[in-house]
């Protein structure tokens, strides 16, 4: 029998077709993957090394490196190296310097895979609570009244650490879908599988959190966190980056 050659990211990249191809459909609302096929993506994505992209660690890590982003702007944090998009499903990798993070932020309606590759991050991940009836408590600093309609009531789910030798960390509409990403002890590298992907014609923007600090414990729990949305962080950008690993079609 004939030795199958595709490469390993082709084959994510056709079984992501397949396994997120109902998610958009009218009677899916909340956007759920085939089951089977979403398994067999799951393992193919949990097999994929860097070495299967032709990716390596940079070798300088250090903040003080003037090497410029590909997009002209100077030593982004984040690089994103973008691979294919369909309407079905986005894919690329996010490459993390030495101590950066991806803010806070979510994923409307959209189900997520991230492998890393190289390196290791810690992901904090979020869930939305109902507010509706639920008064917020007093913050330090306090709000200010224009403040109160970009508050959201959420629960921290996780706080994990990933590196390549992880399963992949998954998000979906429901679970999971806020979350914030940093880099620890050296760059980082990760695949990341949005489906379908952020599209802000159709309520799938990318929001980004501040996390609020209660000044009294909450009645409701540790667990219970209020978040206000707020403008892409300032000190965060994200260059890009041109995909050298095996081509992919789909
Ligand atoms: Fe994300």
Redesign the pocket.
Known sequence: MPRDRTPLIQKIAQQASLSFKDCLSEDNGDHKPLPDQHEQLLSLVNALRAADLKLAPRKSSSSSSSRPGTDGAQNPPVTYMHICETPVFSMGVFLLRSGAS?PL???PGMN?M?KVLYGKVSVRCFDKLDSEGVAPPAFEPPLSHSDVPSLCRSMLRCVSEYSPSSTACL?TPQRDNL?Q?QALGGPAAFL?I?APPYDPDNNRD?HYYRVLQPSAPSSEGPEETWLLEIPQPEEFSCGGQVYSGPPVTV
């Open positions: 991806i932020h979510d994923h997520g991230l998000l979350h990403i990341d949005l990318c």
